[in-house]
């Protein structure tokens, strides 16, 4: 019998490969996902070095001074080591700064104009199409742990705070229907995600710019409004946290929905300074003097609620009254978690045209070491409240000898602190959520055994 030559397949073309490097805050991370999962569904491949990579993509933070400096040095590291590569994220917005240290860059794109970074991508080294290949997981490629995941809601900001440029950088605030946060936030639990963070620039303000038009997600109609959208995340079975809230009035709704344990009690909520003046030099939003009587409020109506903020000392005109004032306000407060900043002018930013005096660097760094001195007899004072209790952990690391670190419903993944636990059954993984005793606590972090 005539044998006939299998035709064999023909050997499928290396994928191109790209090196993502994220700066920046989580709102930047969320925008690297965007831009990974496209690349992914086109066919590349993530490259883990620069080296290995076709071409490299520094997705930058525009934020400080600080951020601008590590942006650039990082753009440099990955001409140095590459050559071809793209910059976007937040500097993206002011090409002119990063072409005058880094002429050579290949392209130069704004925040969230993932097409243009994508088409630059395509410039440099073309997809591999391969259409029978399904290389996108459904809820899109995260670059954080499978079991937790940050959901943005909106872009932009409406506020004018002087110390701040991301309106400039970002534009005003823009909302996403909610029934569309919805489906991605459907999308992300039925691929394994047990905890939300919920993220914008304003996330009370969220919807004001479409007038908080309803959208409906299977068959119910949702209003693009913070307590409805907080309501419907709680429904989705896990864990819920909300970041950068302002103190508006409806938030006092919210914290009715954490006390009945639909989403998390845990509020980041960055006050930025305690003391009028300073607060009126800054122009933030929803300041009010009663704020600390809201805050006892929602503590009579949640308990449990864990606040989180941060402060900026030394902006320009703050006195040591005024600072004394914040600190005295901290211990009133008892705020649990708190991240402080020195600080620092940043090009654009309407706080440098007030015409008020610059605070010497050593009176920052001596407010700085004060200020975290005080909170830090605050922390310790409310995380000694929680031995004794039981309380539920996510796990996000096992060591496989039964270590393991999870964390507490007061505690934001990377910024917040940890639950160390110890006796932990094998059958325990990353993402279960399981009770805890806690046995001991210093000013950041827990620890325990499981119940
Ligand atoms: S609220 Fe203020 S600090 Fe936050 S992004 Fe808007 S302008 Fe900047």
Same mark, same amino acid.
């Given at each position: 019998?005539?044998?006939?030559?299998?035709?064999?397949?023909?050997?499928?073309?290396?994928?191109?490969?790209?090196?993502?490097?994220?700066?920046?805050?989580?709102?930047?991370?969320?925008?690297?996902?965007?831009? /990974?999962?496209?690349?992914?569904?086109?066919?590349?491949?993530?490259?883990?070095?620069?080296?290995?990579?076709?071409?490299?993509?520094?997705?930058?933070?525009?934020?400080?001074?600080?951020?601008?400096?590590?942006?650039?040095?990082?753009?440099?590291?990955?001409?140095?080591?590459?050559?071809?590569? =793209?910059?976007?994220?937040? %500097?993206?917005?002011?090409?002119?700064? /990063?072409?005058?240290?880094?002429?050579?860059?290949?392209?130069?794109?704004?925040?969230?104009?993932?097409?243009?970074?994508?088409?630059?991508?395509?410039?440099?080294?073309?997809?591999?199409?391969?259409?029978?290949?399904?290389?996108?997981?459904?809820?899109?490629?995260? *670059?954080?742990?499978?079991?937790?995941?940050?959901?943005?809601?909106?872009?932009?900001?409406?506020? @004018?705070?002087?110390?701040?440029? /991301?309106?400039?950088?970002?534009?005003?605030?823009? +909302? @996403?229907?909610?029934?569309?946060? %919805?489906?991605?936030?459907?999308?992300?639990?039925?691929?394994?995600?047990?905890?939300?963070?919920?993220?914008?620039?304003?996330?009370?303000?969220?919807?004001?710019?479409?007038?908080?038009?309803?959208?409906?997600?299977?068959?119910?109609?949702?209003?693009?409004?913070?307590?409805?959208?907080?309501?419907?995340?709680?429904? *989705?079975?896990?864990?819920?946290? %909300?970041?950068?809230?302002?103190?508006?009035?409806?938030?006092?709704?919210? =914290?009715?929905?954490?006390?009945?344990?639909?989403? *998390?009690?845990?509020?980041?909520?960055?006050?930025?300074?305690?003391?009028?003046?300073?607060?009126?030099?800054?122009?933030?939003?929803? #300041?009010?003097?009663?704020?600390?009587?809201?805050?006892?409020?929602?503590?009579?109506?949640?308990?449990?609620?864990? /606040?989180?903020?941060?402060?900026?000392?030394? $902006?320009?005109?703050?006195?040591?009254?005024?600072?004394?004032?914040?600190?005295?306000? *901290?211990?009133?407060?008892?705020?649990?978690?708190?991240?402080? $900043?020195?600080?620092?002018?940043?090009?654009?930013?309407?706080?440098?045209?007030?015409?008020?005096?610059?605070?010497?660097?050593?009176?920052?760094?001596?407010?700085?070491?004060?200020?975290?001195?005080?909170?830090?007899?605050?922390?310790?004072?409310? #995380? #000694?409240?929680?031995?004794?209790?039981?309380?539920?952990?996510?796990?996000?690391?096992?060591?496989?000898?039964?270590?393991?670190?999870?964390? +507490?419903?007061?505690?934001?993944?990377?910024?917040?602190?940890?639950?160390?636990?110890?006796?932990?059954?094998?059958?325990?993984?990353?993402?279960?959520?399981?009770?805890?005793?806690?046995?001991?606590?210093?000013?950041?972090?827990?620890?325990?055994?499981?119940?």
């Amino acid at each position: 019998m005539k044998q006939t030559a299998k035709k064999l397949p023909k050997a499928l073309k290396p994928a191109p490969k790209v090196g993502v490097v994220s700066l920046g805050c989580p709102k930047a991370l969320v925008d690297s996902e965007r831009i /990974i999962t496209k690349l992914r569904s086109e066919g590349y491949e993530l490259s883990g070095s620069y080296e290995g990579a076709d071409v490299v993509i520094v997705n930058t933070c525009g934020f400080l001074e600080s951020a601008q400096k590590e942006s650039l040095d990082t753009i440099g590291e990955a001409m140095a080591a590459n050559g071809k590569v =793209i910059v976007t994220g937040c %500097m993206g917005a002011e090409p002119e700064k /990063i072409r005058a240290v880094h002429p050579k860059v290949h392209a130069v794109t704004g925040p969230h104009q993932y097409e243009s970074v994508i088409e630059a991508v395509h410039d440099i080294v073309a997809p591999v199409h391969e259409p029978f290949i399904d290389l996108v997981p459904e809820a899109g490629l995260k *670059l954080t742990p499978r079991h937790y995941a940050y959901l943005k809601i909106s872009e932009g900001c409406n506020n @004018r705070c002087t110390f701040c440029i /991301i309106p400039k950088l970002r534009g005003d605030l823009v +909302s @996403r229907p909610a029934a569309h946060i %919805m489906y991605e936030a459907e999308n992300l639990v039925k691929a394994g995600v047990k905890e939300l963070l919920v993220i914008s620039q304003d996330t009370s303000a969220y919807g004001l710019d479409i007038k908080y038009a309803e959208s409906q997600f299977k068959g119910k109609k949702i209003k693009a409004k913070f307590f409805d959208l907080a309501e419907a995340l709680g429904t *989705l079975g896990i864990w819920v946290r %909300m970041h950068y809230v302002y103190p508006y009035p409806h938030v006092d709704d919210a =914290i009715k929905l954490m006390a009945e344990g639909k989403i *998390l009690p845990y509020l980041d909520i960055p006050f930025q300074h305690a003391a009028p003046n300073v607060l009126k030099n800054m122009k933030r939003p929803a #300041m009010q003097a009663k704020t600390l009587d809201r805050i006892k409020a929602w503590r009579d109506i949640c308990p449990e609620l864990t /606040i989180r903020s941060s402060f900026i000392v030394g $902006f320009p005109g703050e006195t040591e009254e005024d600072f004394q004032f914040l600190l005295d306000w *901290l211990v009133e407060a008892q705020i649990d978690r708190v991240g402080c $900043f020195k600080y620092e002018p940043v090009d654009g930013a309407t706080s440098e045209d007030l015409g008020l005096p610059e605070v010497p660097q050593d009176v920052k760094d001596d407010r700085w070491t004060r200020l975290m001195a005080v909170q830090q007899e605050i922390s310790l004072k409310r #995380m #000694m409240t929680k031995i004794g209790k039981t309380i539920p952990v996510i796990i996000d690391e096992v060591d496989g000898e039964g270590g393991a670190n999870g964390r +507490s419903q007061g505690d934001a993944p990377e910024i917040d602190g940890a639950v160390y636990l110890r006796d932990v059954p094998a059958e325990i993984k990353a993402g279960d959520i399981i009770p805890v005793l806690v046995e001991d606590a210093d000013e950041y972090d827990l620890y325990g055994a499981p119940a």
